[in-house]
């Protein structure tokens, strides 16, 4: 006898589970394979950091305008000093004279002799001045002379056999409103420091030191900070068009406004300074006196100089000008009013100063002039 087996509750066999094909394993594995991949992306199977540095991307030439700033401050850095300075105090304590730094600036070679320039309030009351050159070698240095109306000073140094690199000179004639301004100097005591920027104004009047105003300052946006005074400042071929003097800043910072004397006007004072000790401008003649001279103008309703005094022999004398006089009667025949020396127009004494600033020995000079109610033209010859 057969016997047939049968599930429980005497149930038909089911329907079996098919095999799968060919189709599903395909899909399965590429499934599979994207969801690695995916994995991998997301760093789940990164291998372990190894610390290895990456490679550095080359860099290719330098843009035209970095290389010629580089070349700049290779070539200037050379002649820029640091200088440092000293004054003597009374400790009340010890009841000595003891010596303490008083400031620092800057300041650049201007010959092989060892002449220095900077500025007259970089060692305006310094007692002892050092001047510190590239190759950090300390130097004492002498005073030889100053023009506080120019704020410009002129040491020197024995520098022991070193050769001393001087800038090329430039001119601050042919300057241009947004020409390359580039100054080195020593702000708040960091050396061979270069800030660039343009020239932002031309013909500026500053204060100088003792009052007078230097005329045809330059104005720059280059960085110019407490340390920089005496530096220079140069144009893009890397000659010297001006002399770091002050800056314009509500909180002792560069703001952006900062001022150079002309290279013009160094180039005129320092060989003086260095020949002379002290710089002496060509003079008229002439004596005025500033406040009295605003009242009398105002009077007049002119702009210009009013000549209280003529000294006898001088360029003015000889030309002619007349001086204020008290008549016999007791009436004030007013003398000469100065409106133009040349091309420059004449306002104050301060232009008056100016102008004769800019003339040399042996000039001939044209004057404007106000007299008895007319404009007059007198000329004159300066002497060697």
């Given at each position: ?22 189709g599903?394993?395909?899909l399965?594995?590429?499934v ?10 997301a760093g789940?199977?990164?291998p372990?950091?190894?610390?290895t540095p ?9 843009a035209?305008?970095e290389q010629?700033l ?8 050379p002649?820029v000093?640091?200088i440092t300075?000293t ?5 009340p304590?010890t009841r000595?004279?003891?010596e303490?730094?008083?400031?620092t ?6 010959d092989d002799?060892g ?5 007259f309030?970089?060692?305006?009351g310094?007692?002892m001045?050092q ?7 300390v ?9 506080p109306?120019?704020d ?7 520098p022991?056999g070193r050769?001393?690199?001087?800038i090329?000179l430039?001119?601050s004639?042919d ?8 100054a080195?100097g020593n ?13 932002s104004a031309?013909g500026?009047?500053i204060?100088?030191v ?8 330059i104005q ?6 407490p340390?920089?005074?005496g530096?220079p ?14 800056i314009?800043?509500p909180t002792?910072?560069?703001?952006g406004?900062?001022?150079?004397v002309?290279?013009d006007?160094v180039n005129r004072v320092v060989?003086q300074?260095?020949a002379e ?6 003079a ?7 406040q009295h001279n605003?009242a009398?103008?105002?009077?007049f309703g002119?702009?210009?100089v ?5 000294e006898?022999?001088?360029p003015?004398d ?7 006089e008290?008549?016999?009667d ?8 100065i ?8 306002r104050?004494?301060n232009?008056?100063?100016?102008a004769?600033d ?7 000079v ?6 008895e109610g ?7 010859t300066?002497p060697?």
């Amino acid at each position: 006898m057969q016997y047939q087996t049968r599930p429980p509750n005497d149930m038909p066999p089911g329907p079996q589970p098919a095999r799968p094909g060919l189709g599903w394993v395909i899909l399965a594995l590429g499934v599979v394979a994207v969801g690695g991949m995916l994995a991998y992306q997301a760093g789940w199977f990164s291998p372990a950091p190894t610390g290895t540095p990456r490679p550095v991307t080359p860099r290719g030439d330098l843009a035209e305008q970095e290389q010629s700033l580089i070349e700049i401050f290779e070539d200037a850095s050379p002649s820029v000093v640091y200088i440092t300075t000293t004054e003597q105090r009374f400790n009340p304590w010890t009841r000595q004279v003891v010596e303490v730094p008083r400031g620092t600036g800057s300041g650049f070679v201007w010959d092989d002799g060892g002449h220095i320039i900077t500025n007259f309030h970089v060692i305006q009351g310094a007692r002892m001045a050092q001047v510190v050159l590239h190759d950090q070698s300390v130097h004492r240095a002498e005073f030889v002379g100053a023009s506080p109306a120019h704020d410009l000073a002129v040491l020197r140094i024995r520098p022991g056999g070193r050769s001393l690199r001087e800038i090329p000179l430039g001119t601050s004639d042919d300057l241009k409103v947004g020409q390359w301004a580039i100054a080195i100097g020593n702000p708040f005591g960091l050396d061979q420091t270069m800030t660039t920027g343009v020239i932002s104004a031309l013909g500026r009047r500053i204060p100088g030191v003792g009052g007078r105003e230097i005329e045809d300052v330059i104005q720059t946006d280059a960085a110019i900070n407490p340390g920089n005074s005496g530096g220079p400042l140069l144009d893009s071929a890397g000659r010297l068009i001006g002399v770091n003097t002050a800056i314009h800043s509500p909180t002792g910072a560069s703001a952006g406004i900062g001022f150079a004397v002309p290279v013009d006007t160094v180039n005129r004072v320092v060989p003086q300074l260095i020949a002379e000790g002290e710089y002496r401008p060509p003079a008229l003649g002439v004596g005025f006196n500033e406040q009295h001279n605003r009242a009398i103008t105002r009077q007049f309703g002119l702009e210009g100089v009013l000549v209280l005094e003529v000294e006898e022999g001088s360029p003015a004398d000889e030309a002619g000008l007349r001086a204020t006089e008290q008549q016999p009667d007791g009436t004030v025949r007013w003398g000469d009013v100065i409106k133009q020396v040349n091309d420059r127009r004449i306002r104050n004494g301060n232009d008056l100063l100016a102008a004769m600033d800019r003339l040399r020995p042996g000039d001939t000079v044209t004057l404007q002039i106000h007299r008895e109610g007319e404009d007059k033209e007198l000329e004159l010859t300066l002497p060697e």
